[in-house]
């Protein structure tokens, strides 16, 4: 079992910046990919960014191209994501989630574990 943990959301206004940050715990040997996603109101969840954490490789969702940045650190236990020029569309409960094997990165259900969530709201 991996636990994840995710801290860092708040409220920012428009075309400001926050960081994210997800720490795994428990099996963090069977990981094998972290990715961010994130659920607005009323919408469906959908991937925004993600690191395969063997060889640090990302995946990014087109709406936040260029202005976000998934890094992990060291330990390949926790991942990171830097949000820059956030817009008011960015609002949303970010969730952290990990698994062990692959598929298409930005599948829900691909995914074995999940955090609770960090709230985002960037107002206008």
């Known amino acids: 079992q991996v636990q994840l943990r995710e801290s860092g959301g708040g409220t920012v206004q428009a075309g400001g910046s926050l960081r994210l940050s997800c720490a795994a715990s428990?099996?963090?040997?069977?990981?094998?990919?972290m990715t961010w996603f994130r659920q607005a109101q009323g919408k469906e969840r959908e991937g925004v960014a993600s690191?395969?954490?063997?060889?640090?490789?990302?995946d990014y969702a087109d709406s936040v191209k260029g202005r976000f940045t998934i890094s992990q650190d060291n330990t390949k236990t926790i991942v990171h994501l830097e949000m820059n020029s956030l817009y008011a569309e960015d609002t949303a409960m970010y969730y952290c989630?990990?698994?062990?094997?692959?598929?298409?990165?930005?599948?829900?259900?691909?995914?074995?574990?999940w955090g609770q969530g960090t709230q985002v709201t960037v107002s206008s």
């Open positions: 690191i395969f954490t063997p060889y640090s490789v990302t």
């Open positions: 989630a990990a698994r062990a094997f692959g598929g298409n990165w930005s599948r829900v259900d691909t995914y074995d574990y």
């Open positions: 428990g099996d963090v040997d069977s990981i094998q990919r």
